[in-house]
Structures are given as C-alpha cells and as structure tokens.
C-alpha cells in the first residue's frame, strides 16, 4: 500500500493550503484515514483523521476551527483543508491509513504512511 501526500508550501500567516493523500495498491482495510504532523525536534502529533465508512470527523483542538478533513471523490483519497494557517503550524504532514480499530489518535495504529509533506507559515 502506497500513499502519496501532496500540497505543501510557504504561506504567509493566515494563508491557506490544501494537503491532498492519494492511497494505492493492493487491497486493504480502511477504517480511518489520519493526518499527523511533525515539527522540528518534537514528537509526531495527531492533527485530524476522518472515519472512512461514516464519514465522522475528528480534530485536535489547536486546529479545530482552521483545518477540514474530508474525502475525495476519487477512491482512496482524502484531503486536508488549512485555513488560518499560523507559525506554529509549520511541520511535516503526512497521512496515514488506520485498517483496523483503535485509537485514532495515536500514530501506533497506523499500518501505512505517506512519506510526508513540508508546510512552512511565515509571520
């Protein structure tokens, strides 16, 4: 299974981008798809990840109110809308596909990655 993250950039503070993640390969499970970030020296955090069947959204609240998950209409594919961007976004974004329950804020239940995406917010 392979996913590819893409739509990261400079912006200035309070710009916008759109992360889109494009998941191929053989056939796998879906249960949630996950955005996850990682800022220079900190640990990789949960951002948001939407429920694939149910389409139930969940954020972590410093994005909640400034970033949308939603599903594409092409298959496998997810997006990540950031509106209101702020410095302390900066950070490499990657997706990931959860197959199975758990907890889908933690990295762990994870099974698959994308290899990441840089967004940078300048003040």
């Known amino acids: 299974v392979q996913l590819q993250a893409s739509g990261g950039g400079l912006v200035q503070a309070g710009g916008s981008l759109r992360l889109s993640c494009q998941a191929s390969g053989r056939a796998f499970s879906l249960d949630h798809m996950g955005w996850f970030r990682q800022a220079p020296g900190k640990e990789r955090e949960f951002v948001a990840a939407?429920?694939?069947?149910?389409?139930?959204?969940y954020y972590t609240d410093s994005v909640k109110g400034r970033f949308t998950v939603s599903r594409g209409s092409a298959r496998n594919t997810a997006y990540l809308q950031m509106n209101g961007l702020k410095p302390e976004d900066t950070a490499v974004y990657y997706c990931a596909i959860k197959p199975y329950s758990g907890d889908y804020r933690s990295p762990a239940v994870y099974h698959y990655w994308g290899q990441g995406t840089l967004v940078t917010v300048s003040s």
């Open positions: 939407i429920h694939w069947s149910g389409g139930g959204t």
